[in-house]
């Protein structure tokens, strides 16, 4: 069956504008992760949803990150007034139900922030 | 505070050559273990998970990885690797109270032919 989608691939921006990055999690998983691959900091979590409970946000790096998944699937990542520092691979990943522990990764969003 | 670490940040094999990639853990319980496999401009690809019962685990492409609580790591192994395999290995553990995954700071395997 399809994977975990993201989109766009590759995003450039301007330092200063905003992004949003986007997250089509496979049909069926609860659980929704965002996590960040940087040079510098390795793989980190950013944020967690599952199913209708409050996110957990303690991940996000500063209060320029916010995320929301609406219906309970299709998620976004939005970033405003981006910084250099941004520049990562986005990594969206989602699984079965909290309980399973097995996540599943989408190719991810380079963002490159000029 | 949690944590996984591969100590090796770049390991140099022969093709046909076996394979053991580090990995160690530092959590207050036995977390879930998994592996996970990275090759250029690609995502994650998990290769295989331990959460309990038999310390010896298969995973796809004919690696298994062993858990060894004695020695709180989790090792990640190929009798004979192929071209194929070069890419970044990533270790990463997660708890029952907390999903989100700790990741190691990966282990990028070169292949020489």
């Known amino acids: 069956g399809a994977g975990v989608s993201q989109s766009p691939s590759n995003k450039v921006t301007e330092k200063g504008k905003d992004v949003e990055l986007r997250c089509d999690p496979i049909?069926?998983?609860?659980?929704l992760y965002w996590y960040r691959q940087s040079l510098g900091q390795g793989l980190e979590f950013l944020i967690y949803f599952q199913g209708n409970s409050a996110p957990d946000k303690s991940g996000l790096p500063s209060d320029r990150f916010s995320a929301e998944r609406t219906g309970g699937s299709v998620s976004t990542l939005t970033i405003q007034r981006t910084q250099q520092e941004d520049s990562a691979v986005y990594l969206c990943?989602?699984?079965?139900?909290?309980?399973?522990?097995?996540?599943?990764f989408g190719p991810g969003t380079r963002l490159t922030v000029t | 505070a949690q944590s996984v670490t591969q100590p090796d940040i770049h390991i140099t094999v022969s093709e046909g050559a076996s394979l053991e990639l580090r990995c160690n853990y530092s959590y207050g319980a036995t977390p879930y273990l998994f592996w996970y496999v990275q090759s250029p401009g690609q995502g994650l690809q998990l290769l295989l998970k331990?959460?309990?019962?038999?310390?010896l685990v298969q995973g796809i492409k004919g690696f298994e990885a062993e858990f060894k609580r004695s020695q709180s790591s989790f090792n990640l192994r190929k009798p004979s690797v192929h071209w194929s395999d070069a890419a970044e290995y990533f270790c990463a553990g997660n708890t029952g109270t907390a999903s989100k995954l700790t990741f190691g700071t990966g282990t990028r395997l070169q292949v020489t032919l």
């Open positions: 049909s069926g998983h609860t659980a």
């Open positions: 331990y959460f309990s019962g038999d310390t």
């Open positions: 990943a989602s699984s079965l139900f909290q309980s399973s522990y097995e996540q599943y």
